[in-house]
């Protein structure tokens, strides 16, 4: 029992961690050491495992994929899902700025922390880092984000979200920021139980995830330092989009109203701009003394 409940309080690091853009769910995991079993968990889900199930095997079926594991730290993230999103939903009503200068240390100091863990650098991993650049800028200044509820948009974002969440030094929520579906999904859809909103990307979650974890190891194997590096180069180009400052650009289309763009200022020299600063440098704090524990893990 003392193992499940271990198992469930770190789920919820895990999942307080996917919650919040720039910090990575797969770094908690690997800091308290369920990273590994978490993968070799989601991969037993293969035909063995369905040869199981229609074996009638259920207790086979439950030791081959590890389930009592994942059940514990599943709902260990679920809880920390539910409960973190509902203070974000007031810190972007209250205190938007604040909120924003914290995720942006998180994701700055996460650009260093990514990119070092490139092993050898040569023109491969130069041009994967100015494409994910060149691509992320396109995406934040040529045509940015925007929310999007359409059915097969949120099943990707589910697909794509989740299996950031398992790589770790990039956040899951972070995607979600980039994709323009963030607030929908992890505050509003999460706080209001929206399940027209939460069952797509949690199908689109569940396929990615299964797919992802096969296709891991064999990407990190064959060109782990190119994905790296367009990775680190696409955080970089993202910048923009968790910039605090900045006013959105609304566009009206008859009745409905579409964020089209972002109006960039320079802040005043004022206490909200210290604030911020300081709440920028607790962030970025956050990341260092996460990554370290991590090192010494």
Same mark, same amino acid.
């Given at each position: 029992m003392n193992q499940y409940i271990a198992n469930f309080l770190k789920g919820i690091g895990v999942g307080s961690a996917n919650?919040?853009?720039?910090?990575?769910?797969?770094?908690?995991a690997l800091i308290t050491g369920i990273f590994e079993r978490l993968i070799d968990a989601f991969k037993s889900f293969n035909l063995t495992?369905?040869?199981?199930?229609?074996?009638g095997?259920?207790?086979?079926?439950?030791?081959?994929?590890?389930?009592?594991?994942?059940?514990?730290?599943?709902?260990?993230v679920l809880v920390a899902i539910l409960s973190v999103a509902r203070l974000f939903e007031f810190m972007f009503a209250e205190y938007p700025i604040y909120l924003w200068s914290f995720f942006f240390g998180m994701i700055l100091v996460s650009i260093y922390y990514v990119g070092i863990t490139i092993e050898k650098i040569n023109w491969k991993v130069i041009l994967g880092f100015v494409i994910g650049t060149a691509i992320a800028l396109f995406i934040a200044f040529g045509t940015p984000?925007?929310?999007?509820?359409?059915?097969?948009? &949120? !099943?990707?974002?589910? +697909? /794509?979200?989740?299996?950031?969440m398992i790589l770790p030094g990039l956040s899951g929520s972070f995607v979600l920021v980039?994709?323009?579906?963030?607030? &929908? !999904?992890?505050?509003d +859809? /999460?706080?209001d139980l929206n399940l027209k909103i939460l069952l797509p990307v949690v199908l689109g979650g569940v396929v990615g995830l299964l797919a992802f974890s096969h296709l891991l190891s064999w990407i990190f194997k064959n060109y782990r330092d190119i994905t790296?590096?367009?990775?680190?180069?696409?955080i970089l180009g993202s910048m923009p989009i968790i910039y605090p400052w900045k006013n959105e650009i609304i566009t009206y289309y008859g009745s409905e109203t579409k964020v089209t763009g972002y109006d960039y200022y320079f802040p005043e020299m004022n206490i909200e701009f210290a604030i911020a600063l300081v709440v920028m440098l607790i962030g970025a704090g956050i990341i260092i003394l996460t990554e370290k524990m991590a090192k010494n893990k």
């Open positions: 919650v919040i853009p720039g910090v990575s769910g797969g770094t908690i495992a369905l040869k199981l199930i229609f074996k095997d259920i207790k086979g079926f439950i030791k081959h994929t590890d389930l009592w594991f994942l059940v514990s730290v599943g709902c260990g984000a925007q929310e999007n509820s359409n059915l097969i948009y &949120l !099943i990707i974002c589910g +697909a /794509v979200a989740t299996c950031s980039l994709m323009g579906n963030y607030q &929908l !999904i992890m505050i +859809a /999460v706080n790296i590096a367009v990775l680190t180069g696409f």
